[in-house]
T-cell receptor, first 116, second 113 residues
Framework: GAVVSQHPSWVICKSGTSVKIECRSL??????MFWYRQFPKQSLMLMAT?????????EQGVEKDKFLINHASLTLSTLTVTSAHPEDSSFYIC????????????FGDGTRLSIL | GDSVTQMEGPVTLSEEAFLTINCTYT??????LFWYVQYPGEGLQLLLK?????DKGSNKGFEATYRKETTSFHLEKGSVQVSDSAVYFC????????????FGDGTTLTVKP
């Protein structure tokens, strides 16, 4: 079945560092990718929707300059947390789908980000 | 807007007990409905789906039926195992909404031996 690979799975870094998270669809073309943030024991909060070759659409309250999203190809989207601070620590999950064939979303395994 | 309401947890059951996790929804269009499962420290895995009224999704002994008249998609399993312990999310997706999914708050299931 469809597989979405997310990397890294876990990162710890100092405050002020920028962190890039990659999301790859391994066996299908992801016309659309989604980035979520999940706090402990809570549901997923959609941060942004990215479509290949166009700018991401951010949900209300999400800082686009803080969370840079690039969807440069049909198999890769990246989320860069710029100048990360402790309050950015969270579990970030990407998902991908091919709208052309009405697939459900397929999720990566998530990235645990800890900012010291 | 679209919304999903899930039965609040946590739910604790003994092994081989019957499981029901309720899910109801509101949607502006004609949604597809999904159940996802999340194991600790992992992303979400699609458990089952249904794309039209009266469809039954099933996988690994879990079932859910798309009930348009009651706007529900309750998850059931006849005999749970310890390995079923996880968080379960009900979700809907309407293609007209840029393919976004709307998730419920999740229900934590713990199965004790």
């Amino acid at each position: 079945g469809a597989v979405v690979s997310q990397h890294p799975s876990w990162v710890i870094c100092k405050s002020g560092t920028s962190v890039k998270i990659e999301c790859r669809s391994l066996d299908f073309q992801a016309t659309t990718m989604f980035w979520y943030r999940q706090f402990p024991k809570q549901s997923l909060m959609l941060m942004a929707t990215s479509n290949e070759g166009s700018k991401a659409t951010y949900e209300q309250g999400v800082e686009k300059d803080k969370f840079l999203i690039n969807h440069a190809s049909l198999t890769l989207s990246t989320l860069t947390v710029t100048s990360a601070h402790p309050e950015d620590s969270s579990f970030y999950i990407c998902s991908a789908r091919d709208l052309a064939v009405n697939q459900p979303q397929h999720f990566g395994d998530g990235t645990r980000l800890s900012i010291l | 807007g679209d919304s999903v309401t899930q039965m609040e947890g946590p739910v604790t059951l003994s092994e081989e007990a019957f499981l029901t996790i309720n899910c109801t929804y509101t949607a502006t269009g004609y949604p597809s409905l999904f159940w996802y499962v999340q194991y600790p420290g992992e992303g979400l895995q699609l458990l089952l789906k249904a794309t039209k009224a009266d469809d039954k999704g099933s996988n690994k002994g879990f079932e859910a039926t798309y009930r348009k008249e009651t706007t529900s998609f309750h998850l059931e399993k006849g005999s749970v195992q310890v390995s079923d312990s996880a968080v379960y999310f009900c979700a809907l997706s309407v293609n007209s909404n840029a393919g976004k999914s709307t998730f419920g708050d999740g229900t934590t299931l713990t199965v004790k031996p």
